[in-house]
T-cell receptor, first 116, second 112 residues
Framework: GAVVSQHPSWVICKSGTSVKIECRSLDFQATTMFWYRQFPKQSLMLMATSNEGSKATYEQGVEKDKFLINHASLTLSTLTVTSAHPEDSSFYIC????????????FGPGTRLTVT | GDSVTQMEGPVTLSEEAFLTINCTYTATGYPSLFWYVQYPGEGLQLLLKATKADDKGSNKGFEATYRKETTSFHLEKGSVQVSDSAVYFCALSFNQGGKLIFGQGTELSVKP
């Protein structure tokens, strides 16, 4: 149980275009979802926290107009990278929590974004 | 601010060797502590956790003890296997189901 999927697993886009990444909790309802960015050989950096039906809370230094997060249902959150540039190339990981008295977050496999 | 520091990798061991991956933290309160593992091509998985001082988390032969006096949560395993090759992340959190703060990760490679 507690499976989180991401789609696509990798994507290449041209500079200036937008790309959407989906994060789904497959067998549980995720009251909270998190979006992380991971650079090669480095840690996961939290970008934003989203609760179903609410606006996302962005970490300091993350541009909310560039990284649009929507958590429209208890099983789906999306991250849209708008007007992507090569410096946005990274590994994006989502996680989900059902928040029922547990600390555990369940992580998706990640999406590799390459902007050319 | 709150942070987690892990020993740098990569760590290369022979099968059946003893493993220690050091993790220390800086926190303004009393967080819960976690070890996550990321196998190649997969998402992070919770390996073990400890929610208060002196708690020992254990799973799959791995152990870590929450040491408040040294602000540490070192990961140990008595005899590693090739299948343990992965990246290991130490993390802390203050809230149930809330924000995680990760260390930089330590890559472990176990050779037969």
């Amino acid at each position: 149980g507690a499976v989180v999927s991401q789609h696509p697993s990798w994507v290449i886009c041209k500079s200036g275009t937008s790309v959407k990444i989906e994060c789904r909790s497959l067998d549980f309802q995720a009251t909270t979802m998190f979006w992380y960015r991971q650079f090669p050989k480095q840690s996961l950096m939290l970008m934003a926290t989203s609760n179903e039906g609410s606006k996302a809370t962005y970490e300091q230094g993350v541009e909310k107009d560039k990284f649009l997060i929507n958590h429209a249902s208890l099983t789906l959150s999306t991250l849209t990278v708008t007007s992507a540039h090569p410096e946005d190339s990274s590994f994006y990981i989502c996680s989900a929590s059902h928040g029922q008295g547990t600390y555990e977050q369940y992580f998706g496999p990640g999406t590799r974004l390459t902007v050319t | 601010g709150d942070s987690v520091t892990q020993m740098e990798g990569p760590v290369t061991l022979s099968e059946e060797a003893f493993l220690t991956i050091n993790c220390t933290y800086t926190a303004t309160g009393y967080p819960s502590l976690f070890w996550y593992v990321q196998y190649p091509g997969e998402g992070l998985q919770l390996l073990l956790k400890a929610t208060k001082a002196d708690d020992k988390g254990s799973n799959k032969g791995f152990e870590a003890t929450y040491r408040k006096e040294t602000t540490s949560f070192h990961l140990e395993k008595g005899s590693v296997q090739v299948s343990d090759s992965a990246v290991y992340f130490c993390a802390l959190s203050f809230n149930q189901g809330g924000k995680l703060i990760f260390g930089q990760g330590t890559e472990l490679s176990v050779k037969p």
